[in-house]
């Protein structure tokens, strides 16, 4: 399987520390990975990198099936091309209704002149009522989105980020703040994302992560220490060293 996402060789410095250290990275069309690593490790980096917040020293980063290098595009064109963040707050509005902030990411995702002459067709309703439907929000289109739990927040924010038709999700510790029930209803939500698209998870919960059941990647350092299933990372002397400190 080719890889949808590649990072090879990525290194950046902050004032002379070295953040991502020869990172190399790849995530094939359709996986759902867990991104772990103690506090400092550089997973907000890596995403950073990604989405073009933050511009690597060396390396390359390619994404699609015809690799293009992402580091000439701007944080607009990477989103364009295919790359949704979904951060760890938030960011829905709330006195809008679920419908509403979902019609305004299907908006947001057209070209800016169609923009100006856009007007809501049957078809962007039906789109909108499926997207919702997605996240389990169909039958809460007409609440507002601050009257909705912190989970469901999340959920609408990930089906605004669907909206865009993203190739390649990640995902910054979706978990936190999260219900028992609702950290279960995330986990099915973003395997079931997997199966049509890459997601990549930072969650720093491991109950979470086990029950993604799928590859996971430690990072330490700024470098992949370990990959494998968690199961098999978690046996590894290293990554116990790291996080148990011994
Ligand atoms: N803009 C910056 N300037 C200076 N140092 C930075 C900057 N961004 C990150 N760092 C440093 O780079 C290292 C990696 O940080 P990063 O936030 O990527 O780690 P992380 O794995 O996401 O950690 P956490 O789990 O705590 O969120 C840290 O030591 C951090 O202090």
């Not at 399987?1 to 250290?21: C, K, Q, Y």
């Not at 509005?93 to 908006?107: G, I, R, W």
């Not at 999340?154 to 980020?161: D, K, S, T, V, Y």
Request: proline content about 4%; glycine content about 8%; some cysteine.
């Amino acid at each position: 399987m080719s890889a949808l996402l590649e990072v090879s060789g990525v290194s950046v410095t902050f004032d002379g520390f070295r953040a991502i250290n020869n990172l190399s990275f790849a995530i094939g069309p359709q996986e759902l990975r867990a991104v772990i690593g103690p506090n400092g490790a550089g997973k907000t980096t890596f995403m950073d990198i990604v989405t073009g917040k933050t511009r690597p020293d060396e390396g390359s980063v390619t994404f699609g099936e015809t690799p293009r290098s992402l580091l000439k595009m701007s944080e607009a064109q990477i989103a364009r091309a295919g790359i949704g963040r979904k951060f760890q707050r938030p960011t829905v509005f709330e006195d809008q209704t679920v419908s509403e902030n979902l019609m305004l990411a299907l908006k947001a995702n057209r070209a800016p002149w169609r923009v100006l002459f856009w007007r809501e067709t049957a078809a962007d309703r039906t789109r909108v009522a499926d997207l919702a439907g997605q996240v389990g929000l169909g039958s809460q289109l007409a609440r507002k989105a601050g009257e909705l739990s912190h989970g469901q927040k999340q959920w609408l924010e990930i089906a605004m980020l669907l909206a865009q038709e993203p190739r390649l999700l990640l995902v910054d510790e979706p978990a936190a703040g999260m219900s028992f029930i609702e950290r279960e209803q995330t986990t099915a939500l973003l395997v079931e994302l997997a199966k049509t698209r890459a997601v990549v998870v930072v969650e720093h919960d491991m109950e979470f992560i086990r029950r993604l059941n799928c590859k996971v990647t430690v990072l330490h350092e700024g470098s992949v220490l370990a990959e494998g299933s968690l199961d098999h990372v978690t046996k590894n002397p290293a990554v116990i060293e790291v996080y148990l400190g011994r």
